[in-house]
């Protein structure tokens, strides 16, 4: 970088507010992936992917309580302001049923590689817009 | 943050059951193993021009954060680079759970689905 690109650089931190994100790990039984990515998109997330994996519970408990031990892990990237929805909502499906019982949790997000991965993984690229200079007196006062 | 934490394990194809038998040990209640390939170059091997990758495990177990050192060693023990699991573990820091089942968890608003 140049001695005047390094003057003309502004971090995006200073000139936008930033969305904090959550890296969010779905465990739900086989076939109810479908459900969960619905639920991402209602909460906005631009970042979905699936996994199959399985439970570790032992095969006699298995059989005895019937249940599959087959897995759907869904792999998401949220917005914490909407974390509490999402967690809301899946509070309210796992306690339909012992068949729609699941796990989730989430991490956060330290940092991403790039100004425009970002925007995509917080599915901000359309409305995003630069703090304006009313905005940055209020929040100095 | 919460008070949990999660451990991931990535072994060996088919040992994921000593990661789990050492965990349980540990305290842990139960894990999600996934399929996935390595690719670190010393495994990484060719037949006939074709490229073989080696399959692993990852095992993704969630512990409260007062077992989460003594499961990490257990696995390593159990499941470590002196085992035929060949496995690392490593914890994650878990900002919030839901579906564990625990009291807090149970909270459902009595009106829901109304």
Redesign the interface.
């Known amino acids: 970088m140049s001695e005047e690109q390094e003057k003309s650089f502004v971090p995006y931190d200073r000139t936008h507010r930033l969305r904090p994100l959550?890296f969010v790990?779905t465990?739900v039984p086989d076939g109810q992936a479908e459900s969960i990515l619905q639920l991402n998109y209602d909460c906005e997330s631009a970042l979905c992917c699936v996994?199959?994996?399985?439970?570790?519970?032992p095969a006699e408990i298995l059989s005895i309580l019937s249940v599959s031990p087959k897995?759907d892990?869904v792999f998401s990237v949220l917005r914490l302001e909407f974390?509490e929805k999402y967690?809301d909502a899946?509070?309210?499906r796992?306690?339909v049923s012992a068949m729609a019982?699941?796990?989730?949790?989430?991490?956060?997000l330290d940092s991403v590689a790039g100004i425009s991965i970002y925007k995509m993984l917080s599915n901000t690229r359309l409305f995003e817009k630069p703090i304006s200079p009313t905005e940055k007196k209020g929040k100095k006062e | 943050m919460?008070k949990?934490e999660?451990i991931m394990a990535i072994v060996n194809h088919g040992y994921?059951?000593l990661v789990?038998t050492a965990a349980t040990k540990a305290g842990a209640r139960?894990?999600?193993?996934?399929?996935a390939r390595g690719t670190g170059s010393k495994e990484v091997g060719e037949f006939f021009g074709i490229r073989v990758t080696p399959e692993k495990d990852i095992?993704?177990i969630?512990v409260p954060q007062e077992i989460r050192d003594q499961t990490l060693s257990a696995i390593n023990e159990g499941a470590g680079m002196g085992t035929k699991g060949l496995g690392i573990a490593f914890s994650?820091?878990?900002?919030?759970?839901?579906?564990?089942g625990t009291t807090e968890?149970?909270k459902?608003d009595p009106k829901?689905?109304e």
Do not use: N
């Open positions: 959550l790990t465990i996994c199959h994996g399985h439970g570790t519970a897995k892990v974390w967690k899946l509070r309210q796992f306690s019982k699941g796990i989730a949790y989430s991490v956060p | 919460s949990y999660c994921s059951d789990m139960g894990g999600t193993v996934l399929s095992v993704l969630l994650l820091p878990v900002a919030d759970v839901v579906g564990l968890e149970t459902t829901a689905g």
